[in-house]
C-alpha cells in the first residue's frame, strides 16, 4: 500500500500562455490550417501568424495545466510539473495557477526561450484552431520532474502533446516509473491526432505494459490509436487493454469503460457554442474530480459534461463561472 | 480652412494592458479599496495586489486606446501617440491596437520601466476596480508626439490621466497647441474624479481659454469639474463654455449639449451587468464616431450607448462582438 497523498493528482504538461482571437472561415483557409486542430510552429511562423491576427485576449492555457486549474477550482488538491521562461507571460502562467491553490515552482527558465503560447482562431461556429510555439515549454528536461511530489500524489496525469518533444518525453517516460514505484496511478491523455501518428506504436507498447491505469481520448484520437475506422471496434480493442477508458464525442456525449462496464452520458444543452478551447480539458477535470470523490463513473461522466459545458460557453480554457456551484446544483 | 485630414481621430492616452479578475467584495474591503474607482500602484504594490488576486485574463486596456479600438471597429480611421515598453505586454498592446487598423508607431521604451498593467478586480455586480501601475506609459516625452499626425486628423482626443504625470502632461500641452494651429478640434474625456482633485484648476484654466471644443464627463467628473453638487447647475455651468458637452450618467443614460440644445439617450436595456470596464470609453468611441459620420447629437449618443452596452455585457474593454453591425441594426 502507497502511503496516503498529499496531492490528488499531479500533472505534467505544457505550460502555455492561450492568445486567442476571433477569425472568420476565410482567415483559416488562406493560412491553409485544419480547423480544429493543433499545429506546432516556430518563433517565426509565431509572429508572422500573429501579425495576421485580429486583436486577442490573453489567458493561460496548457492541457494538462487547464484540467488542474478545473480541478483545482473544484477543491482537488493539485500540483503542475511544466516549465515556463522568466518573462511576463511565464508570469501570468504562475500566477494564473497559484492563484488556484495548485502547487507550482518548477523553476523558469532564465534564458534561451520565451514563455510558450498558443495562437488560438476561434471561428464563427465556435470551432478552435490551435498554432502553438512551445518556447520554454518543450525544453523541460528531467532534473525538472519532482519525483517527491509524483510519489505523494494519488494519480501522475500526462498528456500526449509533452510525447512529442525528445528531452520532455524523456521526462515523462520517467515519471511513469515514479509513479508505478509509488504504487500511484497513471493517466494519460491522448491529446491530438497528430501525437498518435508520431507515437503511436510508442503509446501501443505502453498501453501492452500496462503502464496507464486511464486513458482519455476523443473519437478521432482513439480510432488512430486503436487504427480501426469503427469507433465501437476502436473502443473495445484499447478497452481491452485499460483498466479506465474515457472516449469524448463531442455532441454525442462521452463513455467510460471500466474492466468491460460501460458508462455514457450526454453532451450538456447548450445555447451557444462560444469557442471549444478546452472542452476536453475540462471534461476530463470533471471526471477526474468526480473520481477523486469516489463517485460512480456515471456521475464522473456528468462532471465531466458540466465542466465541458462551461468552458465551451465562454472565451478561452480557464473558467470564469463557478465549476463547483454548476457541479453542486446537479449531483449535491 | 485645415486641409483634407488623413484620420478622423487622433488619440494620446496611457497605454496599458489590463489585467481582468473576478473577486468579491470582501478583498475590495480587505484591500481597502473603493469599488468603482480608479488608483495608481507602483510596482512593489502591482507585484502585491496581483498575487492577492485569482485568475485572471489579459486584454489590451488604456481609456483613449479603447475608444479609438471602439472608433476603428466602428470604420473611422484612427491613430494613436502611447508608451509601452519593448517587452511581452508591450507587444500585446501594439498588436491589438495595429490589428484594427489602428495607425501607432510610438516607440516602444528599450529600458527603464516595464508596459504599463492594470489590475482590475471586477466584483459579482459587475464593477471594476481599477489599480494602475503606469511603467512606460508615464514616461511619454514631449518628443514622442507626433505632430504632423496630429495636424493631419480631424480631432484631437486627449485622456486627463495622461495630465498627472509631469512628462506626458508637458506633451499633451503642446499637442493641443499644434492641434489648434492646425484647425483642429480637441476633445478631452476627464477621466477620474481624482484626476479633477489634483488639476482642477488646469482644466478650468483650458476651458476658459476654449481650448476644448467637445469635452466628456460622467455625472461625478462633471459636479467636481463645476465644483457644484447638483448636477443640473454643474451641467449648466460647463455647457456654457464648452461647445459640446457629453454627460454620461450610467443607468440614467447620457446627454449632449451642443451651444445649449439639449439631447438625451436612455442606457440601453441588458439582461445582466458582467463588467463595467471600459464602458465610458465605449461610449465616447460610439459618440465620436457618430460625429465623424455627421450624424445628429441624439443619434451620436444613441450609437454610445450601444457601445457601452455591448462592452459591460462582457469581460474586458476592447468588444468582442461586432460593434457595427449593432450600430447598423439599430441606426442603419
Redesign the interface.
Known sequence: MAPPARFDIIAIGNAIVD?I??ADDALIDAEGLTKGSMRLIDAVEAERL??A????????GGSAANTL?GMAALGQRCAFIGQVAD???GH?FT???R??GVAYDTPALSAGA??ARCLILVTPDGQRTMNTFLGASHLLEQAMIAEDRIAASDILYLEGYLWDPPLSRAAMRRAIDVAREAGRKVAFTLSDAFIIDRHGPDFRALIAEGLFDILFANEVEIGALAEEADFETAVAKVAAQVPLLVVTRGEKGAIAIRNGERSAVDAEPIDQVVDTTGAGDLFAAGFLAGLAEGRPDAECLTMGAICAREIIAQ??P?A?TDLKARIAARLG
Chains 1, 2 share one sequence.
Open positions: 492568445v482571437a476571433r500573429y501579425a491576427m485580429g486583436p486577442a485576449v490573453e489567458m493561460s486549474a518573462d511576463q507571460l501570468v500566477h494564473d495557477l492563484a488556484l520565451p514563455t472565451v478561452g480557464r470564469q
